[in-house]
């Protein structure tokens, strides 16, 4: 190739680049000009999605810039409205004890309607950001991963009791001194199989079931649920009814295969949970 044919080439790229923004000062001036009425078009209508859409399609339309101008000020609002839905989010999860979204939602409506509310904003910078062409999600498959994450990071987080109530205590008790009497180990207090046990207790109680298996979504047995607290468990005993300490343990020896658990050689520690008329005790290795 020439020199020649070269040098052409990178003045008709030049050019092209120097018409992609305002030339002069009054074309700046009328640019900033239609970004702020089409910014101020589009927080007036926030309560009317399909409104908000026609503004969209007028930035693309007018070409430039603009798009670029009026996706700056709509991520301005999106990441103010995440910042406090994170926030919301959070205390919803430590409140309801839940990770399922559907379910998160579903226990608060101003949660749900500002998350709809963020997921709009985020499709309307997705489209400007491509000048309406090939569609992009990449800053709403950004927010739904962030969701996510802090769902699950809330979950993990959350404060766990590292004490037992003085019917738990008795319980936990009753065994070390059954497991003495057999010449086995005592077990240690686990306080993540404490929360362990609780919630499963309250899942029984709030979902009218008695049941190893939990019909709540990511908990569907012992080992899920202590993972879900950051333990792991190897066995579980129930019960339930309007019972003492001693009923309890006892009806756990008088079973066999509750009493394996109770008097498993091999188990290091424990945690016993009791809400309404509901027990729990993890065994670990």
């Known amino acids: 190739m020439s020199r020649l044919p070269l040098f052409s080439l990178c003045l008709f790229l030049l050019a092209c ?14 640019e900033s000009k239609t970004i702020r009425e ?24 007018a070409g430039g810039r603009v798009p670029q101008g009026l996706r700056s000020t709509i991520y301005a609002t999106y990441s103010k409205e995440t910042t406090a839905y994170w926030t919301q989010l959070r205390k919803l999860v430590i409140k309801t ?14 949660t749900k309607s500002d998350r709809t509310t963020i997921m709009q904003l985020a499709e309307f910078c997705d489209q400007l950001k491509s000048g309406g062409g090939e569609k992009t999600n990449k800053l709403k498959e950004s927010f739904l991963s962030r ?8 979950a993990k987080r959350r404060k766990i009791s590292i004490r037992m109530t003085k019917i738990e205590q008795e319980v936990f008790k009753l065994t070390n001194l059954v ?15 404490i929360a362990t046990a609780r919630d499963h207790c309250r899942d029984m109680q709030t979902h009218n079931f008695f049941a190893h298996e939990s019909p709540v979504e990511g908990k569907a047995t012992p080992f899920d649920r202590a993972t879900h607290f950051g333990t792991t468990a190897n ?51």
Not at 241 to 255: F, I, K, M, Y
Request: net charge negative.
């Open 17 to 30: 680049a120097a018409t992609a923004a305002p030339t002069s000062t009054d074309e700046r001036k009328a």
């Open 38 to 61: 089409l910014a101020e078009s589009f927080k007036a209508a926030q309560d009317d999605p399909a409104a908000q859409q026609q503004i969209i399609a007028r930035a693309l339309a």
């Open 97 to 110: 004890k839940e990770t399922s979204l559907d379910t998160l939602l579903g226990t608060d409506a101003k």
């Open 147 to 154: 969701e996510e994450k802090v769902i699950q990071g809330t």
């Open 179 to 193: 497991r003495k009497q057999h010449g086995l180990e005592t077990l240690k207090i686990d306080p993540k199989l």
């Open 235 to 285: 066995a579980e005993n129930l019960a339930a009814g309007n019972v003492t300490p001693a009923e309890v343990v006892q009806g756990w020896l008088d079973s066999p295969g509750h009493r394996s658990n109770l008097l498993h050689p091999e188990m290091t520690r424990c945690g016993v949970g009791r809400v309404g008329g509901y027990w729990t005790a993890l065994y670990g290795l």
